[in-house]
C-alpha cells in the first residue's frame, strides 16, 4: 500500500470530525466568498443603478423622488403595468452629477461645456441640457436605494460572522481530528516497537528509533494539522472561487483556469527535488540524534580517554551534511513560493488587460464595474489559497518522507503478543543437539545438549564469546534456534506465544537497568498482581532492606533514569528483587554480582541459598568461586561444550575447569599481596 492510501486510512479512522470540519468549512468558504457578489449588486444595481433610465410617474410610494415639482422613478421600480411619463435621466460626468429632461439617443464619451452635456460616440456626436445636483438633491434619488443598501449591507456582516464562526469549527475540528490522527499512529508505532524482536535493536542505534517516534511523528502532525488542512481549505476556496467566476463571465474564468495546470506541474517539479533532499535530512537528523544519545550514554568513557575534539568532529560532519541539504531545500522552497505566486498574479491581470484591450469602462462595454470589481477581488482571493499550497509544499513533502520511514518501522515483521496465562511449569529444561548462527551460517553455538531439572542450579561459564549468554537467549526466546530442540517440562518451546514463555521466567543482568519511579515500582513494575507487602518481601528476602535503610524515603525513594543516584550494589539488589517479586519457575542471572562488592555479594549469596529452592536458576559468572555449590557447571569454549559436571567432578578431572579456577585463585593471592 502506497504511503498516501496508508495516510488516507489513519484519516478515515476519525473521518466524522474530518468530514463535520469540512462541511463547516464549506459553509463558512461560501458564506465569506458571498460577499462580492453582494458587492456587485450593490456597486451595479443600488449605487451605478442611478444612471438606469427614470420616468415620470402619479404615484407616490417608496421609490419615487420629488425633483422641481414633479415625481419621478427608476425604470426598475416600476410595476408592469404601472403607467411611465416622460423619460429622464442622471448622468456622472467627473465626479458631478447631472438632471437631463430627455432620453438619450446613445451613450459614450461625456463631457460638459455651460450647462450642456456632449456625448460622443465614434464620429457621432449629441448635447442635451443638463442642470447640475445639489448633495441633497442628489441624495434624494439615491434615497429609494439606502433601504436596499443597509439590507445587503447587513447581509454582507452576517455572511462575514458565519464565515467567523464556522472557520473557528472548522479550524477546531480539523485540528483535533489531526491531533488524534497522530495520537493514535504514535500509539501504533511505540505499541509495534514493544512487538519488535530483539535483533532489530541490535544493529540500530537507539536515537535512530527514537527520530521514528518523535520526530517523525510530529511532521506527519504537521501533515494533518497544517497542510492538509491548509490543502482542503485552499481546494474548497477555489473551487468555490471558481464557480464564482463563472457565474460572473464565463470567458473570463476560462482564462484563470491555466492557473490550475500551471500549479500542478509546478509541484510536481518540487517534489521531484523536494524528496531527495528530505529523505538526506531525516537520515541526517536521525544520526545526530543517534551519536547525541551515544555521546550522553558514554560521557564518562569519552572524557577518560579524552575523546571530545573527535567526538565533536563526528558530530559536526553530520551537522554539517543536515545544515547543507536543509540549505538547498530552502533555497529550492525560496525559488517555488512566492515568485511562483507573484508570475501567475502578473499572468492573470495581463490577462484581464489584453481580455478588456484597454477599452474604457461604462454603459454598453464587455463587462460592468460591479462585475469588474467582483471578478478582481475573486481574483485577489484565489491567489491567498494557492499562496497557502505553494508554502506548505515543503512541509507536505517532508511529512511524506517521514511518513515513509515511519510505515517502514511499522513493516518491520514483530512478534504477536498473547494476553493470555500460563500455568506456571516446574522448570524442567532440556537442549538438544541446538545449533545457533546470529548470521547465517556463523554459529556460535554448535550441537549444545544439557539438561536442567527442577530446582537445580546451573552454571555457564566460559571465556568471552564461548556462547554462554546466547544460551540464555535462547532460552529467553529472544532468538529461535536454527537447529536442535529447546524443551521446557518436555514441550518445545517453540510451540508456545514468547510472552506466555516468559511469563515465568526472570532475567538479573550485570549492568541493571532501572525505571524512573521509586524503587517500590521498580520492584514490581506497576504489576497489579504484586502487591506493597510482595515488593518489601522481595527487598527483604535479598537484603536490600539493609542497603536501603538510610535512604529518606526508603522504599519509595525517586530513581530517576537508570537509578544513576543509587549506588551499583543498591541498583543490582533491587534488580534482583524485582525478579524475585515475580516467583519465577526460571531464574536466570547474568553476571549479576560482576559488579557488586564483597559484602553486597555476600549478601546475595546467602539469599540465594534460599530464594533458589523450587526454582531452576541458571547463572552466567565469570567469578568461579560465586558457582561451586552449582549443582551443575557446564563449561564452554566457541560454542560447544567441553566439559560438565558439579565443582568437585570438574576439580577432579583438571580439565578446563580446573585451569581456570587455579588461575583465578593465583590472581586473588597476588592481589591479597600486593
Known sequence: MSTGRRLFAYALKFKKTIILALLMLTVAVVAELSGPLIAKQMIDKHIL???????????????????????????DHFEANEERGTEIRVLQVDRDYYFISESLLYDGI??????????????????????KLTAAQLFEFYKPETKSLIQLSGIYMVLILISAIFHYGQTFFLQKSANQIIQKMRSDVFEHIQKLPVQYFD???AGKIVSRVTNDTESIKELFVNVLANFFTSAVYMVAIFGFVFIIDYKLALVTLIIIPILIIWIVVYRKFASRYNH????????????????????????????????????????EEYFKHQNKLLNLNSLTSHNLVNLLRNGSFVAIIWYFGGASLGVGTVISVGALYAFVDYLNRLFQPITGVVNQLGHMEEAIVSSQRVFQLLDEKGESFSDGQMERYRGHVAFDKVSFAYKEEEYVLNNISFEAKPGETIALVGHTGSGKSSIMNLLLRYYDIQKGKIKIDGQDISEYPKQLIRQHMAIVLQEPFLFTGTIASNVSLNDPSIDRAKVEKALKDVGADQLIQNLSKGYDEPVIEKGSTLSAGQRQLISFARALAFNPAILILDEATANIDT?????????????KKGRTTFIIAHRLSTIRNADQIIVLDRGTILEKGNHEELMNRKGSYYQMYQMQQMKKKIAAVS
Open 599 to 611: 559484602e553486597t555479594e555476600s549478601i546475595i549469596q546467602n539469599a540465594l541459598d534460599i530464594l
Open 280 to 319: 538526506v535530512i531525516k537520515s541526517r537528523l536521525s544520526e545526530i540524534n543517534g551519536i547525541i544519545n551515544e555521546s550522553i550514554q558514554g560521557m564518562t568513557i569519552i572524557r577518560a580517554f579524552r575523546r571530545q575534539k573527535k567526538t565533536t568532529e563526528e558530530f559536526e560532519f553530520l551537522n
Open 49 to 75: 443603478g442611478i444612471e438606469y433610465k427614470w420616468y415620470e410617474t402619479s404615484l407616490q410610494d417608496e421609490y419615487s423622488v420629488q425633483y422641481e415639482g414633479h415625481w419621478y422613478k427608476r425604470s
Open 110 to 131: 461625456r463631457s460638459m461645456d455651460n450647462n450642456t452635456l456632449t456625448i460622443t460616440k465614434g464620429e457621432e456626436t449629441a448635447s442635451y441640457p443638463a442642470v
Open 203 to 205: 544493529h540500530r542505534p
